[in-house]
């Protein structure tokens, strides 16, 4: 059995690549330097798995679609906010409240409908600051977007509640949260619009809702994908899976595929450079990577492929929220003991599913370049924030955005994924 073990992880190690860092960046006589660093060796968005297959019979815990509200599919949940801003018939300088802390593919799409982006302050526990929000609304203010961030329902009921007393439409961004309630409320009972984003919980590479109880206009015909595309995409989630040991069973059927493909390439005489890109159906983790920051208004009409609108019905939704809950809590446990580490919320309440941990490390740019290089894996929310908002906006944001890390704590994490994560950061902490 481990001879097995062994070989596994040797060949999924042997389909890990690495990539430039567009983070730790430094200056050698004037010329910005970028770094190679090893792909993660632990996904840091869940990938597909046998273990997490199938439950048809299972009762679903609470999730964002039980609302039954009616749906539009969307690529990504970015486009999921440009369907909200058209139904809302948004006109030119309409002004849209978003929170300082953000990621750039929420603003892309306010600019991209002609609206004007105005950034609010955000409590250092991640809730909306109505008082900041009360300040900055003014009549041109047609819609507020407040985050439950990393799977915490934050005071959205409180943000609710301002909308309706300004008459304000309130788009509830759902993206890191899909599953849970709290004080009875199922995610996603708030807002007018709710932005769904599949990719965060789930093993796949696009997808996503716009949710409302009552759409403004008649729902839009979104586009599906080509059957080549959708076939493709499947591929590339099984490759992305062997990449991190899982599906294993399924590796000499990948292999045999690339060779004949590469085959077929060749001989139709188009080996150009992107194309001899072969051996993989996508480039997977790049995709990722790039996907974080990418926004192409033309996907907008756009449906995710058929595999990656049905795996999120199909796979085990209790095994997923039992999962992140207790990874969730072991890792905190981990996290409050080691040094430079403070928590940014501190509980775990009952219903809630977290999305991934957010942990505050004092003076992070000192050990950033060691986390990279040891393939932590991790996402830098709000890394990088809209160039024209001022910085002195929010002085959470400022700080939280280059001292947070969001560590993974998805269901395809081992104990022993959680062990090597915590004591990598550990010896990178303490050590230095
Ligand atoms: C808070 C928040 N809202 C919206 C989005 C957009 O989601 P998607 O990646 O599905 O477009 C993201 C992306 O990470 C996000 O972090």
């Given at each position: 059995?481990?001879?097995?073990?062994?070989?596994?992880?040797?060949?999924?190690?042997?389909?890990?690549?690495?990539?430039?860092?567009?983070?730790?960046?430094?200056?050698?006589?004037?010329?910005?330097?970028?770094?190679?660093?090893?792909?993660?060796?632990?996904?840091?968005?869940?990938?597909?798995?046998?273990?997490?297959?199938?439950?048809?019979?299972?009762?679903?815990?609470?999730?964002?679609?039980?609302h039954?509200?009616?749906?539009i599919?969307?690529?990504?949940?970015?486009?999921?906010?440009?369907?909200?801003?058209?139904?809302?018939?948004?006109?030119?300088?309409?002004?849209?409240?978003?929170?300082?802390?953000?990621?750039?593919?929420?603003?892309?799409?306010?600019?991209?409908?002609?609206?004007?982006?105005?950034?609010?302050?955000?409590?250092?526990?991640l809730?909306?600051?109505?008082?900041?929000?009360?300040?900055?609304?003014?009549?041109?203010?047609?819609?507020?977007?407040?985050?439950?961030?990393?799977?915490?329902?934050?005071?959205?009921?409180?943000?609710?509640?301002?909308?309706?007393?300004?008459?304000?439409?309130?788009?509830?961004?759902?993206?890191?949260?899909?599953?849970?309630?709290?004080?009875?409320?199922?995610?996603?009972?708030?807002?007018?619009?709710?932005?769904v984003?599949?990719?965060?919980?789930?093993?796949?590479?696009?997808?996503?809702?716009?949710?409302?109880?009552?759409f403004?206009?008649?729902?839009?015909?979104?586009?599906?994908?080509?059957?080549?595309?959708?076939?493709?995409?499947?591929?590339?989630?099984?490759?992305?899976?062997?990449?991190?040991?899982?599906?294993?069973?399924?590796?000499?059927?990948?292999e045999?595929?690339?060779?004949?493909?590469?085959?077929?390439?060749?001989?139709?005489?188009?080996?150009t450079?992107?194309?001899?890109?072969?051996?993989?159906?996508?480039?997977?983790?790049?995709?990722?990577?790039?996907?974080?920051?990418?926004?192409?208004?033309?996907?907008m009409?756009?449906?995710?492929?058929?595999?990656?609108?049905?795996?999120?019905?199909?796979?085990?939704?209790?095994?997923?929220?039992k999962?992140?809950?207790?990874?969730?809590?072991?890792?905190?446990?981990?996290?409050?003991?080691?040094?430079?580490?403070?928590?940014?919320?501190?509980?775990?309440?009952?219903?809630?599913?977290?999305?991934?941990?957010?942990?505050?490390?004092?003076?992070?740019?000192?050990?950033?370049?060691?986390?990279?290089?040891?393939?932590?894996?991790?996402?830098?929310?709000?890394?990088?924030?809209?160039?024209?908002?001022?910085?002195?906006?929010?002085p959470?944001?400022?700080?939280?955005?280059?001292?947070?890390?969001?560590?993974?704590?998805?269901?395809?994490?081992?104990?022993?994924?959680?062990?090597?994560?915590?004591?990598?950061?550990?010896?990178?902490?303490?050590?230095?």
């Amino acid at each position: 059995m481990k001879i097995l073990e062994k070989y596994i992880a040797q060949y999924a190690a042997s389909r890990r690549g690495s990539f430039v860092s567009q983070t730790t960046t430094g200056e050698v006589n004037g010329k910005t330097v970028y770094i190679h660093i090893p792909e993660a060796v632990i996904p840091v968005f869940p990938v597909l798995s046998f273990a997490s297959l199938f439950s048809f019979f299972d009762t679903k815990p609470e999730n964002v679609l039980d609302h039954n509200y009616a749906r539009i599919p969307v690529f990504a949940a970015r486009y999921a906010i440009a369907h909200a801003l058209k139904q809302m018939n948004i006109s030119p300088g309409d002004e849209i409240l978003l929170p300082a802390y953000h990621c750039t593919v929420m603003v892309a799409p306010i600019l991209k409908m002609a609206g004007k982006a105005v950034f609010y302050k955000i409590a250092p526990n991640l809730d909306a600051d109505l008082l900041d929000i009360r300040e900055k609304i003014t009549p041109n203010t047609k819609a507020i977007i407040a985050v439950n961030y990393c799977g915490f329902i934050q005071n959205m009921a409180e943000v609710h509640a301002l909308c309706k007393e300004k008459n304000i439409k309130l788009i509830e961004d759902c993206a890191h949260s899909f599953f849970g309630q709290k004080n009875g409320v199922t995610v996603g009972g708030f807002g007018d619009y709710i932005l769904v984003s599949s990719r965060k919980f789930f093993p796949v590479e696009e997808g996503g809702y716009l949710l409302a109880p009552h759409f403004g206009q008649t729902l839009p015909e979104q586009k599906s994908q080509t059957l080549l595309k959708s076939t493709k995409s499947f591929l590339a989630l099984i490759e992305r899976s062997l990449k991190f040991g899982k599906l294993w069973l399924l590796a000499p059927l990948i292999e045999l595929l690339n060779i004949l493909i590469k085959f077929a390439k060749r001989l139709r005489k188009k080996n150009t450079a992107a194309q001899n890109h072969a051996d993989s159906f996508s480039s997977g983790q790049d995709i990722c990577q790039e996907g974080e920051n990418y926004y192409d208004h033309s996907l907008m009409d756009k449906k995710p492929v058929f595999v990656d609108s049905l795996l999120p019905t199909l796979l085990n939704s209790t095994k997923i929220t039992k999962s992140r809950r207790k990874n969730y809590l072991w890792l905190s446990e981990q996290f409050r003991g080691i040094k430079h580490c403070r928590l940014i919320i501190e509980d775990l309440p009952e219903g809630i599913v977290p999305f991934m941990l957010p942990v505050y490390i004092e003076n992070l740019k000192e050990y950033f370049p060691a986390f990279e290089t040891a393939a932590i894996p991790m996402q830098r929310f709000a890394q990088f924030l809209w160039p024209d908002m001022k910085a002195d906006i929010c002085p959470v944001t400022a700080d939280y955005s280059k001292n947070v890390i969001l560590f993974p704590c998805h269901q395809e994490l081992s104990q022993q994924d959680m062990l090597w994560l915590a004591s990598t950061v550990r010896n990178i902490l303490e050590q230095a």
